[in-house]
């Protein structure tokens, strides 16, 4: 009689029998305390993950704690869906290292790196994982809390122009909430690069940051009273520009 196969579920679950810190719902194998999938397609695969360095720390600090439960493969239906703590965290890190200005590049020095994965008990990602996935996230989070705390209320706007190290030139603009018996804080809510200066490319970038900060509703154009800046004659002539799209508009 011919030798009956293990079906998959079974399979996995004897694979991982002996290693505590893998899990299966019977489709994919999860490890706990790297916070993430391992291959199992074929075994040696899981046997290779369980021999690496980065499993072996993280094993070590692991609290014991399940990180991941298996509910159904439904948990499993998007990449997003099944790195959700991973990505919380990486998030988390994201967004204190970018409000601190601290270079990201500090995640790469060796004793900076040991001190967050000993007491964070996590995979510390490298920059560049970071400035790809991450940073754009945490400043539409910002970008969303400035719009609530400016919403209904006059607003400044305050704009100015340079050159950088490599010279280009640099556009920022600040906006924040005109009104007596509030204190004035200005929140830089664009820092751009344009082509050339002239009163054209700055009214453009006013007009377009401006847009960008009232969507999705449509731009509230009396809310915009005051424009600050310095009395080069582009930036004058920017202003008046502008008074076409906010007719309040004081510079």
Known sequence: ???VSSSKPDLLKKWIKNAKHLSTDGTVVYCNACLKHVSSNPKFQIDQH???AIH????KRFNG???QTFVSTALYSSSEQNQDSKNEFYFDLCKPMAQSNIPWNKLE???FRKFLEKYCSRHIPNESTLRKNYLKKCYQVRLENIREKL???NIYIHVDETTDAYGR???NILVGILSESTPPVSYLINSAALEKTNHSTVARFINDMLTLLHAPNPVISENVKL???DAAAYMIKAGKGLLVFYPELIY
């Open 1 to 3: 009689m011919s030798k």
């Open 50 to 52: 369980l021999a690496t």
């Open 56 to 59: 072996k720390e993280m094993a």
């Open 65 to 67: 704690k399940v990180r």
């Open 109 to 111: 020095q060796p004793t």
């Open 151 to 153: 919403c209904n209320t």
């Open 169 to 171: 030139y640099v556009a």
């Open 227 to 229: 424009m600050l800046s």
